[in-house]
Nanobody
């Protein structure tokens, strides 16, 4: 079992920055991938960034060059640094941890990010 808790969301103006945090607990040794997803109102949940156990990263084209996923000194913590935020980045952001089971991994409850002037 893995528990995930996101934090760091909020309201920010276009061009601003936020850093999201995801704290994992439980059977963290079973995790092989972690990632951030987001879901805007009326849209499907989409992949934002992933981080493997070996620290390989992948990003959605829409955030490449602006967002950075990283692991904290405590290996159970993952961050998403979001710079040059745009209104279209507005969404609920979810942390995800992948293990062998369950199929879709574990999910946090999400943190709201709103980019508006």
């Amino acid at each position: 079992q893995v528990q995930l808790v996101e934090s760091g969301g909020g309201l920010v103006q276009p061009g601003g920055s936020l850093r999201l945090s995801c704290a994992a607990s439980g059977s963290i040794d079973s995790i092989y991938n972690m990632g951030w997803y987001r879901q805007a109102p009326g849209k499907q949940r989409e992949l934002v960034a992933t981080l493997t156990r070996n620290d390989n990263t992948n990003y959605a084209d829409s955030v490449k060059g602006r967002f950075t996923i990283s692991r904290g000194n405590a290996k159970s913590t993952v961050y998403l640094q979001m710079n040059t935020l745009k209104p279209e980045d507005t969404a609920v952001y979810y942390c995800n941890a992948r293990s062998v089971l369950p199929e879709g991994g574990y999910w946090g409850q999400g943190t709201q990010v709103t980019v508006s002037s």
